[in-house]
């Protein structure tokens, strides 16, 4: 691991400047509005079921579709008990939780479906439509910077995730971009359990010709870019031969385009390390996709097998609607073995057709499991089975490496890790991160279809739960609690 990326870990105080403060006032909008370019405005007469979903992709579907993953779904105002001057704030809530409910990560598309011309736009949350960024056949520009790897004529969308770097450094500083990856990896997972249920293919590309997707969208890559390209399909995906490409080559086909947007900030300002991380990582020509995951972890010996899980595969739609961030309303409860099992079983299977074979594991400390002694275990998805690496209740100590006690996990049965090697070759991080995000938003889902809460931590001490688990080659991604949940009071405003 570089110096950056251990800090990020391990030791945050050396990557954030003492005398860091965050100016509320001049805090980017969570969303990016661009202005003076022609809008498509999409239906607001969402479906209250996935079980009727219109399978056929249309320019409704496709709203439908794009505000399920990352649209404004509730206005939602609270009042905190711990603030000392209780001042109830409103917020604008999603279907995806994001770190410090910032967004970073932005969605835009290559649109071919009937009623609106075929282009390249972006989905402007604020106002739930597409804002035509330019209009054209691309289907040879992006097929190349994907190095042929399907055939994006046969494509009815494909869907780029950026990341905007303002939008969370400005609060998070360079912390900020371990929350990049694990954000754009949460819509990402959203996004694919929406293909899910609206039947469509899809494959997830870490990899690409950087500079070619970024000048097609006319983004300024010193301050967004492209983390994830998701082509939507009909129908099975056809790979295409494939060659070697450049991105310069791809960049010379596309004339440029001048756009204009707003993110509320008038000062914007610099971050550095976090433009060297993602100019390092670009790729330039095709000859240089790796193979990304590859290193296999050891099987579990001597483990357990886990009683069968429940299958998750109908309408997860009240999941989805039900799904937030318990904070401190978690109770206490008990966890029958079988719950665990499915968490576990939904979370790890079905892994995404993606570039990247995921050598991500799932482990937990658990508390107060029907059957199951208190402790520390590991979980191999392969055999569904379950080792007991450290006999205890951990939950005082797991309290005590939070970084903000705005979690009380003495009140938490569940809390799960997600594991990772801990050598990351230049682009892997920032493609584990977003795996581990794929795989967050899988837990969420289950553990609110389970009618659990869950809740995503990226405030912990890495090196305290490690050695719970006596990890050395490894490490903890993110911590989530699961459990029971007595939701506080709030003011509620559904926007369906
Ligand atoms: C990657 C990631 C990291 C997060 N880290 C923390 C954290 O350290 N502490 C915390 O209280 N919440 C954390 N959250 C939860 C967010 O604050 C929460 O998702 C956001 O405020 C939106 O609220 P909601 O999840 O209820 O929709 C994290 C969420 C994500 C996706």
């Avoid at 709203?63 to 509730?74: D, I, K, V």
């Avoid at 969208?217 to 939507?232: F, R």
């Avoid at 967050?440 to 995503?456: C, D, E």
Wanted: glycine share 8%; proline share 5%.
């Amino acid at each position: 691991m570089n110096d950056f990326l251990y800090n990020l870990h391990y030791d945050i105080e050396r990557e954030s400047p003492p005398d860091w403060e965050v100016d509320w006032d001049d805090a980017p909008l969570p969303y990016k509005l661009y202005r003076n370019l022609p809008v498509v405005p999409l239906s607001s007469e969402v479906p209250l079921t996935f079980e009727k979903v219109e399978r056929k992709p249309t320019l409704e579907n496709l709203g439908h579709f794009l505000w399920f993953t990352y649209g404004l779904n509730q206005v939602s105002q609270g009042m905190n008990p711990f603030d000392e001057a209780p001042e109830p704030s409103p917020s604008l809530r999603r279907f995806v939780p994001s770190g410090g409910g910032l967004y970073p990560n932005e969605i835009y598309l290559y649109v071919k479906v009937e009623g609106v011309s075929q282009g390249i736009y972006h989905y402007d949350v604020a106002h739930h439509r597409l804002v035509c960024l330019r209009e054209g056949n691309y289907d040879d520009s992006i097929q190349k910077a994907l190095c042929g790897r399907c055939d994006v004529g046969d494509c009815f969308a494909t869907v780029f995730i950026s990341t905007m770097f303002w939008k969370n450094f400005f609060k998070y500083n360079n912390f900020s971009y371990r929350l990049q990856g694990l954000d754009a990896g949460v819509a990402i997972g959203q996004l694919l359990e929406m293909s899910k249920q609206y039947g469509y293919e899809t494959n997830v590309f870490y990899q690409f010709l950087d500079q070619a997707l970024n000048h097609l969208l006319g983004l300024d890559d010193q301050e967004e870019t492209i983390y994830a390209v998701i082509p939507l399909f009909e129908k099975t995906i056809r790979i295409q031969e494939t060659k070697i490409y450049t991105a310069e080559t791809v960049i010379r086909s596309i004339p440029a385009i001048q756009t204009d947007h707003y993110i509320h900030s008038q000062k914007v300002l610099d971050f550095p390390k976090i433009r060297h991380m993602n100019n390092a990582v670009k790729i330039e020509s095709t000859e240089q996709f790796s193979e990304i995951g590859k290193s296999k972890r050891k099987l579990i010996q001597g483990g357990f097998l886990l009683p069968n899980g429940e299958s998750l595969s109908g309408d997860l739609m009240e999941a989805f609607r039900r799904r937030f961030s318990p904070g401190m309303d978690f109770t206490m409860g008990r966890i029958p073995l079988s719950q665990l099992s499915t968490l576990l079983q939904h979370t790890m299977s079905a892994p995404a057709k993606s570039d990247c074979s995921s050598s991500l594991a799932i482990a937990g400390c658990f508390y107060n499991v029907e059957g199951l002694p208190d402790g520390a275990y590991e979980y191999d998805h392969c055999t569904h089975t379950f080792r007991l690496l450290k006999k205890g209740d951990f939950r005082l100590q797991l309290q005590s490496g939070m970084t903000a006690h705005n979690v009380n996990l003495y009140q938490v049965p569940l809390c799960f890790h997600i594991i990772s090697t801990k050598e990351f070759r230049k682009r892997e991080y920032r493609i584990l991160q977003m795996e581990a995000g794929r795989l967050l938003q899988r837990l969420l889902t289950a553990a609110s279809a389970l009618r659990l809460g869950g809740h995503p931590l990226l405030g912990f001490d890495v090196k305290l739960c490690d050695d719970i688990y006596s990890y050395r080659g490894e490490t903890c991604l993110i911590q989530v609690p699961v459990g029971p949940v007595q939701p506080r009071v709030a003011l509620r405003g559904s926007l369906f």
